[in-house]
């Protein structure tokens, strides 16, 4: 039957029928205004929300020195560093440009930009959450797929490219 949707014939062969649709970008965009801010000087570039898996893939870029929030993953981490340096206060490496790096589940790190990084740009795969910890490690927040998801609608919206602009990159 040549009329049914599901046809072999109707199917384009990179293409099968429930498949999502690819997402190819630019990931540092030319658009500043897809740079989310996050805290003062520290933004998130969406690029990818998977809310039914719950993780999400984005840049984080930092223009300042100094330490960022205590916290604790759940679940894996994957980075890759794109531009500048960073490392964690807990740790003796540091992640430079081109480094890939993997934080194990149940971890508490804090993420450290030495002085003179100017800007730091890494790509981070996030499952799960980010559960925000004090001094001593009791939880005090978190961010998982669904409040970065509205962080992005909330100031694309702000911006003028509107809430529905987030859309594009939720999978
Ligand atoms: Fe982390």
Do not use: C
Request: no cysteine.
């Amino acid at each position: 039957n040549r009329s049914h949707p599901h046809h072999p014939s109707m199917i384009n062969p990179a293409v099968m029928p429930d498949q999502v649709a690819a997402l190819v970008l630019q990931a540092i965009p030319d658009d500043e205004r897809l740079w989310v801010p996050q805290a003062p000087q520290i933004h998130f570039r969406p690029i990818l929300f998977n809310t039914s898996h719950g993780y999400w893939i984005n840049l984080l870029r930092v223009q300042r020195s100094g330490q960022l929030n205590r916290h604790l993953h759940p679940a894996p981490v994957f980075g890759y560093v794109i531009k500048g340096s960073w490392r964690y206060l807990e740790h003796d490496w540091l992640a430079r440009e081109g480094g890939f790096v993997y934080e194990p589940p149940g971890e508490v790190h804090t993420l450290v930009v030495d002085d003179g990084v100017e800007e730091m740009i890494t790509l981070f795969h996030v499952t799960g959450a980010l559960i925000y910890m004090d001094e001593n490690r009791k939880p005090i927040g978190y961010d998982d797929v669904h409040t970065k998801l509205q962080l992005a609608r909330n100031h694309f919206e702000a911006t003028g490219l509107g809430a529905k602009y987030a859309d594009q990159f939720v999978r």
